[in-house]
């Protein structure tokens, strides 16, 4: 396989099981609760909605989509910075478990970042981040870093991070070779300021982030890739990739957790992509694997290996 860099959050996911009732309940009470399959930034969490968390996990959209490329077999690095606290957590070691080189990541002055993830009976989450050590993540980490991150055959990148320190990578990305960039644009506030970059290659939204995004999607020179849940992802050739709109319908599962199912997604179609693959069949292999980790509570725990999922072999 290829190598994938992921450049993004590393969070400790605090999860809240919830019936219906309680959710529609913390929505009406509080303007910053996110809507279903939502991620949105906070300053913090009221305890009155902490006392809602039963389990912890390790998350962010960085450490998830880079432990996803490594389950697909793909050499896989992650860039990005944890807190004072993370030994207490054993995030380098949890990731360097699934085969995540860790060698990049670096220790804040702050706390590592936290991800609340409300589940509603259904599996739809709920996601509530505060940034933490991620937010110091800063353009001298950027500089450090850019290097290593251009040798990659596949570049991850999500909208957890600060705006300006995303727009620092993708401008020192530009110019002639490179890495593949795929771009996640979760969450969807200040995204559309990044998805005109030339070196994105891929950008790959929900429905909430696509219904926010609107025209912006259809303008760029980019594949674009929504995805729909258990709905037929619909794919838009452009960049490298260009051609005519075609649609990947995923396998059939029984979800009880979609938390991260976009996550596993985006990291194992870098994946694919960075192991030569074209796009459909990297698509099909994606959607089975997301599929897959809907039917486990958590996301890097619940990401398949890549032999369990039939729609990779094919």
């Not at 989509?65 to 793909?74: E, G, H, M």
């Not at 110091?136 to 991070?161: F, I, K, M, P, W």
């Not at 970059?197 to 891929?202: A, E, L, M, N, S």
């Amino acid at each position: 396989m290829g190598s994938v860099a992921s450049f993004g959050s590393i969070n400790v996911d605090r999860v809240a099981y919830l019936d219906r009732e309680t959710v529609d309940g913390l929505a009406a009470r509080y303007d910053w609760f996110p809507a279903p399959g939502e991620t949105r930034r906070v300053e913090r969490v009221p305890e009155a909605v902490e006392s809602h968390v039963r389990e912890t996990f390790l998350g962010g959209k960085g450490a998830n989509q880079a432990v996803a490329a490594a389950r697909a077999d793909a050499d896989s690095a992650l860039y990005g910075m944890v807190g004072g606290d993370a030994d207490a957590f054993d995030v380098r070691p949890s990731l360097a478990g699934y085969g995540v080189d860790v060698g990049a990541v670096e220790t804040a002055d702050a706390p590592t970042g936290t991800a609340y993830v409300f589940v509603d009976e259904a599996g739809e989450n709920h996601i509530a981040l505060v940034g933490g050590a991620n937010a110091a993540v800063g353009t001298e980490y950027v500089h450090r870093t850019v290097g290593a991150l251009r040798s990659a055959d596949c570049l991850l990148v999500q909208n957890e991070l600060p705006g300006a320190t995303l727009e620092a990578l993708l401008d020192a990305l530009e110019g002639p070779g490179g890495p593949l960039v795929v771009f996640d644009p979760a969450p969807v506030d200040g995204a559309a300021d990044l998805l005109d970059h030339g070196c994105i290659d891929v950008v790959t939204p929900n429905e909430t982030e696509a219904a926010a995004l609107g025209d912006r999607l259809s303008a760029l020179d980019a594949t674009v890739v929504r995805t729909r849940g258990a709905e037929p992802v619909v794919v838009d050739p452009g960049g490298p990739f260009a051609g005519e709109r075609f649609t990947v319908t995923p396998p059939p599962a029984d979800p009880v957790d979609t938390t991260g199912a976009g996550d596993v997604f985006a990291g194992y179609l870098a994946a694919e992509l960075a192991d030569g693959r074209a796009l459909e069949p990297a698509l099909a292999c994606a959607c089975g694997a997301a599929a897959r980790s809907t039917e486990r509570e958590g996301v890097q725990r619940a990401t398949p290996a890549r032999d369990a999922v039939p729609a990779c072999g094919e």
